[in-house]
């Protein structure tokens, strides 16, 4: 992807063509590649490097570029995507840019074989792994390689091998600070990495927590994930404002039991302050009675979007408050009059924003009045959307699409 906004100013363009031109026999055999490289130097934005086949020829090829791209101003991309990669490829990539393995000219390209920053101008770094880790070391990817990165994507396929420490499933991301840091995007998460993601990335903006499709459940990853990680992840995080986490929660404890009531207990003990900035908060996949909701969007009163899953009307009470081998049934929570009480008096002066609910699943007790009375604590809402529900539940849905519009003809309702 190219862009003649690459650069601000023309001494910028000017100087970038000026290292392309020093070094034309390695980049241009002829004077029509040259002004291709010109143009690419001046005005690439965004590179994209497959790595699944990788010949002798096309390795010199691809592992040229990325030493291009990311330990010269040649190139400079501000973005940078590698598919189809394995851990292997990234270690052999930062060892040729270190050692210098394809024997390029360094005072001609600004090149300084073996120092620690790379990436200068890089902003987004996106990797779709096919490994994290192997019998060496784990993903060499840290804040002193790339002290500006401002984005950092990770894909991968779950073939882990949960043997290595916790904290060693992510290699060096955690090994010192990232101070620039806005996004992140990891395929899985746990207990121990949500303390390591609050110490080292303390300016994270947007955390987003996606599996690969058809591996939400984790049953790959052993390593805990419960609710009160998830909570102090949306309430510690000062810069945060949107966090998603499309993952179960893995628990300890014989299944099923309910855990609609996770995310209440881990309010018991309340934030130190609300966090307004969180504009979306979606976990798709955590089950929240209405308790869990209200109580929540307390300490969030910025959220304009909220995405959760309905509670397991099949499973067992788990948690006080219900007695051992009771049907988790109820879609209220414990003490929801209170709760309720408390959130409309909360909010009396200045309403909650939240604009738009995404509910996963379906319970008989959405047609309670408990329903209705929480939908009102929310003036602004516009749209309740229903996804995970069985064909056999449509007909329900729609009956109670048809009575909450009654209500609130403003309230868009939809199956989606």
């Not at 690459?6 to 980049?27: C, G, M, S």
């Not at 309403?351 to 995404?358: D, G, N």
């Not at 995970?388 to 939809?414: C, S, Y």
């Amino acid at each position: 992807v190219f862009s003649v906004h690459k650069f601000r100013t023309a001494q910028d363009r000017n100087q970038a063509t000026d290292i392309i031109a020093q070094v034309p026999e390695l980049l241009a055999p002829s004077a029509g590649v040259q002004q291709f490289y010109e143009h690419r130097c001046r005005y690439l934005e965004h590179v994209v490097m497959s790595m699944d086949s990788m010949n002798k020829a096309e390795t010199y090829t691809k592992y040229k570029y990325l030493t291009l791209a990311l330990a010269t101003p040649v190139l400079a991309p501000r973005t940078l995507t590698i598919v189809n990669c394995r851990l292997k490829h990234v270690r052999a990539i930062l060892n040729c840019i270190d050692r210098n393995a394809l024997g390029l000219p360094t005072e001609a390209l600004q090149y300084q074989p073996g120092r620690l920053e790379l990436g200068q101008g890089l902003q987004h770094l996106h990797l779709k792994m096919t490994s994290l880790y192997d019998e060496l070391t784990g993903l060499p990817i840290s804040a002193a390689r790339f002290p500006g990165l401002a984005s950092l994507i990770i894909e991968h396929s779950p073939a882990l091998d949960n043997s290595l420490a916790d904290g060693e499933k992510f290699g060096q991301l955690w090994e010192t600070r990232w101070a620039a840091l806005k996004r992140l995007q990891l395929p899985f998460l746990s207990d121990q990495h949500a303390a390591l993601v609050v110490k080292f990335m303390p300016a994270l903006e947007i955390l987003s927590v996606v599996p690969a499709a058809g591996f939400e459940g984790g049953a790959e990853y052993p390593d805990q994930l419960g609710a009160s990680t998830v909570v102090k992840l949306a309430t510690q995080m000062a810069q945060l404002r949107h966090m998603e986490v499309r993952s179960a929660l893995r628990l300890r404890g014989k299944r099923p039991f309910n855990m609609a009531d996770q995310v209440s207990q881990a309010l018991r003990r309340p934030p130190m302050t609300p966090r307004p900035d969180v504009k979306l908060f979606a976990v798709p996949l955590v089950h929240m009675d209405l308790v869990s909701v209200v109580r929540l969007l307390t300490w969030l009163p910025g959220v304009e979007q909220l995405e959760f899953q309905l509670p397991d009307m099949h499973a067992q009470a788990a948690t006080a408050g219900r007695a051992p081998g009771e049907p988790a049934h109820n879609l209220e929570g414990v003490a929801w009059a209170e709760e309720h009480a408390r959130f409309a008096q909360a909010f009396a002066q200045t309403p909650h924003a939240l604009q738009a609910v995404v509910v996963t699943g379906y319970h008989p007790d959405l047609h309670s009045a408990a329903v209705t009375d929480f939908l009102r604590l929310f003036p602004d809402l516009e749209s309740l959307a229903f996804t995970g529900v069985a064909r056999e539940d449509h007909a329900n849905i729609d009956q109670l699409a048809g009575v909450l519009t009654a209500l609130n003809p403003d309230l868009d309702v939809a199956i989606v």
